[in-house]
């Protein structure tokens, strides 16, 4: 696909990559033609990464996504101006949360419960079957991402991982899992960004383009 091409034009040593990356991107559209959901989490540098994904689906990327016309028809009907400047200037959106954000729930949970189950609970709670979860771990053993895979495989989720070139518990766990070749944690993550981005822009392609 055109965005793999660049991609791996671009960093040559993701070549490896193509084919988990085209897989992942398969699981990630299916669920979205379906009217799913991604769930995505990870630690530290990869929760920055989570909050990143759901940035780039949840509004406009690189294209323009306008509102569908029956949406925006339904919105001038309830009140003709305010549904007008809604149907102009809403993006269309692909339905994305990263299970790292939510402080009240996050820290009520992990004072009453086992803290290294928090993201297992937001699954349990907002996981549906044929959503998508998304483990990012450089390591791909982070305990807390573990648990919350092996919660999502159990609801009938997907389970896709993006992690370091190593074998791991998540590479193990994951339907696909996308190992980056590197072991250090910042090169790790260096090339993780870009693997994302591609994922972004051919799921805006297909639901916007």
Do not use: W
Not at 121 to 134: C, E, H, R, S
């Amino acid at each position: 696909m055109k965005q793999i091409d660049l991609l791996t034009e671009r960093y040559p040593k993701l070549r490896p990559c193509e084919e988990a990356i085209l897989q992942a991107y398969e699981t990630l559209e299916q669920a979205y033609a379906q009217g799913r959901k991604l769930l995505v989490c990870g630690n530290g540098g990869s929760a920055s990464d989570s909050e990143h994904i759901v940035g780039e689906l949840m509004k406009e990327f690189k294209l323009k996504r306008k509102v569908y016309s029956g949406q925006a028809d339904a919105m001038k009907a309830i009140d003709p101006d305010m549904g007008d400047y809604l149907a102009n200037n809403l993006q269309g959106a692909l339905p994305a949360i990263a299970l790292t954000g939510h402080s009240a729930l996050s820290t009520a949970f992990m004072n009453d419960s086992e803290s290294v189950l928090v993201f297992a609970q937001q699954v349990n709670g907002y996981g549906k079957p044929g959503d998508v979860f998304l483990g990012i771990s450089t390591s791909g053993n982070s305990m807390n991402v573990i648990y919350a895979a092996i919660t999502a495989k159990a609801r009938g989720l997907k389970v896709l991982g993006l992690t370091g070139q190593r074998e791991s518990r998540l590479s193990r766990l994951a339907d696909v899992c996308i190992r980056v070749p590197e072991t250090e944690t910042y090169k790790i993550q260096e090339l993780h960004l870009p693997v994302y981005h591609c994922l972004c822009l051919m799921l805006e392609e297909r639901f916007f383009g």
